[in-house]
């Protein structure tokens, strides 16, 4: 794979990861990942801190499945969407078969009355495995630049 | 008109005024009446000031107030506004160090808040200056009293408080101590902004009626069913309360099930347990036990998920909480992923927390126009006391006396 090859494949991954979510097909979400991911929603100051704990964490796509699930069937919140705005990825490390890359997003959330706000902002760390029909997250971190949090945060980010 | 007088309504404190939630003037007189009145109000973990040195800003209600380790070990805290401008002397989180100055003008005070230093109080080269009388001892900041328990830093302005034990009373002592029974460590913060008054998120806090209806994550996986062995203390006082439930001992009731509540669903399975996965560190086999301190402390144990939320009012319509997830410095690594885990229950994100933040916003845009409407908290009966069911809102009762005898409302 060329360099041009691998940016576009991992572009394409961030842009269809966005989409699942702000398009409401969270259940595509948990695919993106694989089996034995790591994903972690946590504030930037925790994060420079290393402190352990953040908003969400899962160490199996079956964290995600159920996350979702929980979504769907138990939780309650106010009707809401996201839509992403990501920047160009930058891919800061390659080895045989992964690359380490970040991309930096905004999240606007829209609620069911109409209210949007610019809900969280910060950059994605990625660890991503290629080779196989399609390039998947082995680790995601999304790192929130705000320490705060509005209402609360029920979809992933 | 939202600042009509608080008239409240009869039986007992069963009923409950709208007005107190939207009311400006309510919202000022509850600064002095309450959080700088006789009340300790949660500040940090005295682990995050475990150095001689170390401060940090945090809250007493709304007023940024700066908490301390002296050199000589002891603790103390102070208003965080410098006696010149105003401005705040800690306008981070926290340091270390034997003095704090003022960024505007380098106002300087020690960690008891005593003014030690400002600069160009004699002028220069013979002009300007402070006055001759001016003495900067006349300019302590107002002082915190502080007491710990066990390992919980508390705070209050007012001379008369009864001793911090005194104030948290045997109950109340006895079960933050259960948790709180070896050295602390954080293992993580966040921020929650709530879009309504303080005093909804307290009460949501005392409401053990709500847990199983609302919170449908954890009723699915039976950790917090109401036909689960579980009670309610609440203090002598009614400021304080406990609720706690044992999720081994729950079983089939027909009264639970005959309710048709949306929480059943035996369909429901997590593809990965290992999240609620955990280890009865405190030998007692309760898994769940929500702590309430008047006015605005909250101890959680959820399994080994341990925080505390320290709510700060922002404003009558707004409240942000403050969580800090602890573990004990002894853990190992498994003890930390499992606390890691369940953090996902809990926080702006909680499988069975999230809603809470639902609920404040829904009530708040609910009250809008209530005129004279007030609240009816009638299960369980209409007096305070402890209880053996959690289907009660006896702790909600209590609150209300204790904040009606502060508020001479």
């Not at chain 1, 660890?127 to 992933?156: H, M, N, Q, W, Y």
């Not at chain 2, 109950?171 to 309504?196: C, D, E, F, W």
């Not at chain 2, 303080?198 to 449908?216: E, F, Q």
């Not at chain 2, 999230?354 to 009638?378: C, K, P, Q």
Request: proline fraction near 5%; include cysteine; aromatic fraction near 10%.
């Amino acid at each position: 794979m060329t360099d041009a090859e691998l940016q576009f494949a991992v572009e394409r991954l961030e842009a269809r990861y966005a989409a699942a979510i702000d398009d409401d097909r969270l259940e595509d979400w948990p695919l993106f990942f694989t089996e034995t991911c790591r994903y972690q929603i946590i504030t930037r100051e925790n994060y420079e801190k290393k402190l352990p704990v953040g908003i969400f964490f899962a160490n199996s796509r079956g964290m995600l499945i159920d996350r979702v699930r929980s979504l769907r069937e138990a939780n309650i919140y106010e009707a809401q969407r996201y839509r992403h705005i990501l920047s160009p990825t930058l891919v800061t490390r390659r080895e045989a078969g992964a690359v380490e890359a970040q991309t930096n997003y905004q999240v606007i959330r829209t609620t069911q009355e109409g209210a949007m706000m610019l809900f969280s902002t910060g950059r994605y760390l990625d660890r991503i495995v290629i080779g196989g029909p399609e390039p998947l997250f082995a680790e995601k971190l999304v790192l929130c630049d705000s320490r705060r949090v509005d209402t609360l945060l029920a979809i992933p980010l | 008109m939202d600042d009509r007088p608080i008239v409240w309504p009869e039986p007992g404190f069963s009923r409950v005024p709208y007005d107190v939630y939207k009311s400006a003037e309510i919202y000022d007189a509850e600064r002095q009446r309450i959080f700088m009145g006789a009340v300790w109000n949660y500040l940090c973990l005295e682990c995050e000031l475990a150095t001689p040195g170390d401060y940090r800003a945090t809250f007493v209600g709304d007023v940024p107030v700066v908490v301390a380790r002296d050199l000589d070990g002891s603790l103390g805290g102070f208003e965080n506004r410098c006696a010149h401008r105003g401005a705040l002397i800690c306008p981070k989180e926290g340091g270390n160090g034997a003095r704090i100055s003022c960024v505007y003008h380098g106002w300087t005070y020690d960690l008891k808040g005593n003014l030690t230093a400002v600069p160009f109080q004699r002028g220069i080269a013979g002009k300007g200056g402070m006055p001759e009388d001016f003495r900067r001892e006349q300019w302590k900041r107002r002082p915190l009293r502080v007491e710990v328990f066990a390992g919980l830093v508390f705070g209050t302005f007012a001379a008369d408080a009864p001793p911090l034990a005194t104030y948290l009373g045997p109950a109340i002592a006895q079960h933050i101590t259960r948790v709180m029974r070896k050295p602390a460590k954080v293992i993580g913060y966040n921020s929650q902004i709530l879009p309504n008054n303080w005093k909804m998120y307290i009460c949501n806090v005392r409401d053990p009626y709500h847990a199983s209806l609302l919170h449908l994550f954890f009723t699915t996986f039976r950790l917090n069913r109401l036909s689960a062995e579980g009670g309610i203390l609440i203090d002598e006082s009614g400021g304080h309360h406990v609720s706690y439930s044992k999720a081994a001992t729950d079983r089939q009731n027909a009264d639970y099930d005959a309710a048709d509540l949306r929480a059943k669903n035996e369909g429901f399975r997590l593809a990965d347990p290992s999240m609620i996965e955990g280890i009865d560190e405190f030998g007692d086999g309760i898994t769940l036990q929500i702590l309430s301190v008047f006015p605005c402390f909250v101890l959680q144990q959820i399994q080994n998920c341990l925080c505390t939320r320290q709510v700060v009012p922002r404003g009558k319509d707004e409240t942000e909480l403050l969580w800090t997830y602890f573990g004990f410095e002894d853990d190992d690594a498994a003890m930390t992923l499992h606390r890691v885990k369940q953090a996902n229950l809990v926080g702006p994100g909680g499988y069975v927390s999230m809603e809470d933040g639902a609920v404040g916003s829904f009530v708040r845009r609910g009250i809008t126009g209530s005129g004279e409407d007030r609240e009816v908290l009638e299960m369980g009966g209409r007096d305070w006391r402890s209880q053996d069911t959690r289907a009660t809102e006896s702790p909600l009762r209590g609150f209300w006396k204790v904040y009606r005898e502060h508020m001479s409302l």
